[in-house]
């Protein structure tokens, strides 16, 4: 029989690697609560009209690579494969806007996307991210690039760059649509039914095409930085004065457009020079035409979201440690069926004490038990056989300095203490 294997392009987390994944969030959770942001979580699945309204249509999330499946009733259903359009939703249907003007929320959560697997990029992955509602101010555009600066740099990320660029407002947008049509429409020859589709209906998504023979017209293309109006590039302009103020620095890139339809103004992307092909870690951007799309309402709102895989893997190949695995603090070596059931309420004793402990479960040898407690890195062994069961005392070997000695079992516990 065929043992059945993981879907292509998923990954599973094995406890040598968790150790890095719980210290990241750990990490996460505590610059979040700096900048006072607070957790959000949403379902798995949403109806796909979200993430088609949403997200756009012509993108190529929406148009190539969602899950999307029909339930028992007959409803579109997709796996998420973002969280803007989520929280969002959620945030509007949960009247967040009603506790407070301002909402500053934070996430992590897998996410899915069938793209073609390769390093770094994969079908479920996962993404932290901060989404900051309520304001439409270039601060907050600004506060949000600090922030995963902020996390990236209490992990220990180096070489990293930040990219920034303005697509402008919806009224900026309008006549510079019309330009780009124009010159798309004169340049391409022979657009596919893709391109064409998109010419059509937004040509900015042309921009992000990865078509290799568009690539020397796209950089041709008019640029929207160009024909930005008096807001657009007003607001444009007070981001990058504070990032200045900030030390923060950037590099301006006039083709960033983001593959997603729901940015205005501000957009970002962090890369970092520890990655292949796939070097982006982090991209955000000011979204304030989401809301609505989802309801109808405009809602200013500014965020980001980071890969964790390109993260630990950016981590890893600059050799930055963030997690030792764990070590136990203590294993029970028991030899004999009564001292194996006395091993088994010492287990709880010292777990109680606030010892990771463990023992043997399969009555091997002293020689195996003590290579096992070697394997789990076990700081001391408290070796109970007949004897000492015998005189109600353990022989306590530190596994450092190789010392051993006998502690009374009503020392037990408090010499523990003294060592650890
Ligand atoms: P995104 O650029 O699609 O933006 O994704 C953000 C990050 O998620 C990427 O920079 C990358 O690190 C990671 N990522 C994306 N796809 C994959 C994949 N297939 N495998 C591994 N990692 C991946 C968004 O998702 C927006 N929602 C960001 C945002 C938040 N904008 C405003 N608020």
Same mark, same amino acid.
């Given at each position: 029989?065929? #043992?059945?294997?993981?879907?292509?392009?998923?990954?599973? &987390?094995? #406890?040598?690697?968790?150790?890095?994944?719980?210290?990241?969030?750990?990490?996460?959770?505590?610059?979040? @609560?700096?900048?006072?942001?607070?957790?959000?979580?949403?379902?798995?699945?949403?109806?796909? /009209?979200?993430?088609?309204?949403?997200?756009?249509?012509?993108?190529?999330?929406?148009?190539?690579?969602?899950?999307?499946?029909?339930?028992?009733?007959?409803?579109? &259903?997709?796996?998420?494969?973002?969280?803007?359009?989520?929280?969002?939703?959620?945030?509007?249907?949960?009247?967040?806007?009603?506790? $407070?003007?301002?909402?500053?929320?934070?996430?992590?959560?897998?996410?899915?996307?069938?793209?073609?697997?390769?390093?770094?990029?994969?079908?479920?992955?996962?993404?932290?991210?901060?989404?900051? &509602?309520?304001?439409?101010?270039?601060?907050?555009?600004?506060?949000?690039?600090?922030? @995963?600066?902020?996390?990236?740099?209490?992990?220990?990320?180096?070489?990293?760059?930040?990219?920034?660029?303005?697509?402008?407002?919806?009224?900026?947008?309008?006549?510079?649509?019309?330009?780009?049509?124009? !010159?798309?429409?004169?340049?391409?020859?022979?657009?596919?039914?893709?391109?064409?589709?998109?010419?059509?209906?937004?040509?900015?998504?042309?921009?992000?095409?990865?078509?290799?023979?568009?690539?020397?017209?796209?950089?041709? =293309?008019?640029?929207?930085? /160009?024909?930005?109006?008096?807001? $657009? =590039?007003?607001?444009?302009?007070?981001?990058?004065?504070?990032?200045?103020?900030?030390?923060?620095?950037?590099?301006?890139?006039?083709?960033?457009?983001?593959?997603?339809?729901?940015?205005?103004?501000?957009?970002?992307?962090?890369?970092?020079?520890?990655?292949?092909?796939?070097?982006?870690?982090?991209?955000?951007?000011?979204?304030?035409?989401?809301?609505?799309?989802?309801?109808?309402?405009?809602?200013?709102?500014?965020?980001?979201?980071?890969?964790?895989?390109?993260?630990?893997? @950016?981590?890893? $190949?600059?050799?930055?440690?963030?997690?030792? #695995?764990?070590?136990?603090? +203590?294993?029970?070596?028991?030899?004999?069926?009564?001292?194996?059931?006395?091993?088994?309420?010492?287990?709880?004793?010292?777990?109680?004490?606030?010892?990771?402990?463990?023992?043997?479960?399969?009555?091997?040898?002293?020689? +195996?038990?003590?290579?096992?407690?070697?394997?789990?890195? +076990?700081?001391?062994?408290? &070796?109970?056989?007949?004897?000492?069961?015998?005189?109600?005392? !353990?022989?306590?070997?530190?596994?450092?300095?190789?010392?051993?000695?006998?502690?009374?079992?009503?020392?037990?516990?408090?010499?523990?203490?003294?060592?650890?």
């Amino acid at each position: 029989m065929n #043992p059945i294997k993981r879907i292509k392009g998923t990954q599973d &987390i094995l #406890p040598e690697d968790s150790p890095k994944w719980t210290a990241l969030e750990e990490t996460i959770r505590k610059t979040m @609560a700096l900048f006072n942001y607070k957790e959000i979580r949403t379902p798995v699945f949403e109806l796909t /009209d979200l993430f088609a309204r949403g997200i756009g249509e012509l993108t190529d999330i929406v148009s190539k690579e969602m899950y999307t499946f029909q339930d028992r009733s007959k409803k579109s &259903i997709t796996l998420k494969p973002e969280m803007t359009a989520p929280v969002m939703r959620a945030y509007i249907e949960n009247n967040l806007q009603a506790k $407070s003007q301002i909402t500053k929320l934070f996430y992590i959560s897998p996410l899915f996307r069938q793209e073609n697997p390769q390093a770094g990029r994969l079908r479920q992955f996962h993404q932290f991210g901060a989404e900051f &509602i309520g304001a439409g101010s270039p601060e907050a555009d600004a506060e949000t690039i600090s922030l @995963a600066l902020a996390i990236f740099k209490s992990i220990g990320l180096k070489g990293l760059e930040l990219n920034i660029n303005t697509v402008g407002d919806a009224e900026s947008r309008v006549p510079y649509k019309k330009i780009l049509q124009d !010159f798309f429409n004169d340049e391409i020859k022979t657009p596919s039914d893709e391109v064409k589709r998109r010419i059509e209906n937004n040509p900015l998504r042309v921009l992000d095409s990865k078509d290799p023979q568009l690539e020397e017209i796209i950089e041709r =293309a008019p640029k929207l930085i /160009d024909h930005l109006n008096e807001t $657009s =590039a007003q607001h444009y302009q007070t981001v990058k004065n504070i990032l200045k103020a900030q030390d923060i620095s950037f590099i301006e890139d006039t083709t960033l457009v983001r593959g997603l339809d729901y940015y205005t103004h501000t957009v970002y992307e962090i890369t970092s020079s520890w990655l292949g092909a796939q070097n982006a870690i982090c991209g955000g951007g000011r979204y304030d035409l989401l809301g609505q799309e989802i309801s109808g309402k405009p809602i200013p709102a500014v965020g980001f979201a980071a890969g964790i895989e390109r993260v630990l893997m @950016a981590l890893a $190949s600059q050799d930055g440690q963030i997690a030792e #695995p764990r070590q136990l603090d +203590a294993f029970i070596i028991a030899l004999g069926d009564d001292a194996v059931n006395a091993a088994q309420s010492w287990l709880m004793k010292l777990r109680n004490a606030g010892f990771t402990s463990d023992t043997d479960f399969l009555k091997r040898s002293m020689k +195996a038990q003590f290579r096992e407690a070697n394997r789990q890195q +076990a700081k001391f062994v408290l &070796i109970l056989g007949e004897n000492e069961l015998a005189q109600n005392l !353990f022989a306590i070997k530190n596994m450092e300095s190789g010392e051993q000695q006998d502690v009374s079992f009503d020392q037990a516990i408090e010499f523990l203490k003294t060592l650890n």
